[in-house]
C-alpha cells in the first residue's frame, strides 16, 4: 500500500449532512517538483506564494548509486524524468490550536521522489475553516534531512 487516507469531515447543521472536507481537501498542499543540480529539488506547492527548494544531499549516496545524479551532483539524463510530489494527508489531527472553542485540523504530507520509499522531506501544516467555507493554511512547514539512512527498500533499486 502507498499509505494514501482519504479523510472526511461532515456536519449535521440543521439536521441536514454535508461534507466540509472532502477529497478536494484531502491534497492539502500540492507540491510538484523536479530534482536539479547540488542534490535539490525546485517545486511550487499551491497556497505557497514561492517557489519551494529542497535540499536532498542526506541522501545523495543514494542517488548516486541509482544514477539520477553524478557524484559531483549534476543531475543524469533519463529517459523518463523523474519528479518530486506530494501526497495527500497522512495524518490529520483536529486540534483547538487557540483554545477558542473551534477546531483546526493540522496535517502531515510526504514528499517523495524516484518511488514510494523516496521520501525526500514532510509538509506539516495547520488549516482553519473560513465562513466562506473553505479551509485555508495558517501555517505551513516543511522539513529536510540533515541525516538519512538509505532503507532495505530503496537499496533494492540500486545495482550493486
Excluded: C
Amino acid at each position: 500500500s502507498g499509505g494514501v487516507y482519504s479523510h472526511v469531515i461532515a456536519t449535521f447543521e440543521n439536521n441536514k449532512p454535508a461534507v466540509i472536507f472532502g477529497e478536494k481537501e484531502n491534497e492539502g498542499i500540492r507540491y510538484e517538483g523536479k530534482f536539479v543540480d547540488g542534490f535539490k529539488v525546485e517545486g511550487k506547492g499551491s497556497h505557497l506564494e514561492k517557489p519551494l527548494t529542497l535540499d536532498v544531499s542526506a541522501n545523495q549516496d543514494v542517488y548516486v548509486a541509482a544514477k539520477l545524479y553524478d557524484k559531483a551532483g549534476k543531475v543524469q539524463p533519463t529517459e523518463d524524468a523523474v519528479s518530486v510530489f506530494s501526497y495527500p494527508f497522512g495524518s490529520l489531527t483536529p486540534v483547538d490550536m487557540d483554545a477558542n472553542g473551534t477546531f483546526e485540523l493540522v496535517g502531515e504530507q510526504r514528499l517523495v521522489g524516484m518511488n514510494n520509499t523516496d521520501t525526500v522531506s514532510r509538509i506539516n501544516s495547520v488549516w482553519g475553516y473560513q465562513g466562506d467555507g473553505k479551509w485555508n493554511p495558517w501555517e505551513v512547514e516543511y522539513s529536510t534531512f540533515l541525516k538519512k539512512h538509505p532503507g532495505e527498500a530503496i537499496n533494492t533499486m540500486i545495482e550493486k
